[in-house]
């Protein structure tokens, strides 16, 4: 059962005319697992988020620090002619999209030409560099971005995990380079973006008066700073640990009910 105060923010939600409703994918419709790229959404999430993308007023977002492509293929979104025009992929921590209309307004994103050829030169430097901390840490993992390296750690003993994560995170110290780091993992990256920033900049495309996000990271601690409840924002914390949401749920299965809530809510509006 939903808490009293998360479904009367939902059913305020629904009463909007356009809304954004968007999720985190790791840890949020797709459990952990110890090798990442066998991550898979459980099953009905992404048809919820399908169904809301066919709502009319509705915009709907997969959200996620992977990279489109690969986001793209755990995901199953791509390639579905019935998901509609309003589901999105945001990846890489806000500077991807799937959508070219929202890709040229991800503030320090990519853009639609990519990389310029400093931050190229950037990039392949910080990977190098990255590929000596991996070296001193060999239980570590490495995972290559369009913009950004990345270090895992995710099934390592605490101490190693630390060791390696601290060593990575001199790198930052770079010009140019920013860091962002979730649970058992430290992205290295070239442009400065954030999920919020991403979040924002669809809602203000689609002139969303409401936007509803659940995360369950770190990193999603940045959306929910720039989405205040009191502008009519739903936030949901999904977990444990200190938030700056508004509202939190206590997992995966909980994230499906709310989100199937909102859609029965709006289809019937």
């Not at 790791?26 to 048809?47: K, N, Q, W």
């Not at 996620?64 to 293929?73: E, K, N, P, Y």
């Not at 203000?204 to 409401?210: G, I």
């Amino acid at each position: 059962m939903l808490p009293a105060d998360l479904r009367q923010a939902l059913d305020a939600a629904v009463a909007r005319d356009t809304v954004v409703l968007a999720s985190d994918f790791d840890g949020t419709l797709a459990p952990f697992v110890h090798d990442a790229m066998t991550a898979r959404p459980v099953p009905g999430s992404i048809e919820l988020l399908r169904s809301a993308a066919r709502c009319p007023g509705v915009s709907a977002a997969l959200v996620s620090g992977r990279d489109v492509d690969t986001l793209a293929t755990l995901s199953g979104v791509p390639g579905e002619s019935d998901a509609g025009p309003n589901l999105t992929l945001i990846g890489s921590h806000g500077a991807q999209s799937s959508s070219a209309q929202l890709l040229s307004r991800l503030a320090g994103g990519m853009g639609e030409g990519g990389l310029d050829e400093a931050a190229r030169v950037r990039l392949a430097e910080l990977d190098v560099a990255l590929q000596e901390v991996q070296r001193r840490h060999p239980q570590s993992r490495i995972e290559r971005k369009p913009a950004a390296v990345v270090l895992h750690t995710r099934g390592l003993r605490e101490d190693v995990a630390e060791a390696a994560l601290a060593d990575a995170a001199t790198l930052a110290e770079r010009d140019g380079v920013h860091s962002l780091a979730g649970k058992s993992v430290l992205e290295l990256s070239v442009v400065d973006t954030s999920k919020g920033s991403a979040l924002r900049a669809l809602a203000d495309l689609v002139d969303a008066q409401a936007v509803i996000y659940f995360g369950d990271d770190v990193t999603d601690e940045r959306a929910f700073e720039v989405l205040p409840a009191e502008q009519g924002h739903v936030t949901i914390k999904v977990g444990d640990g200190p938030t700056a949401a508004a509202h939190r749920v206590p997992g995966i299965d909980a994230v499906v009910e709310a989100i199937a809530h909102f859609v029965a809510a709006r289809q019937n509006r």
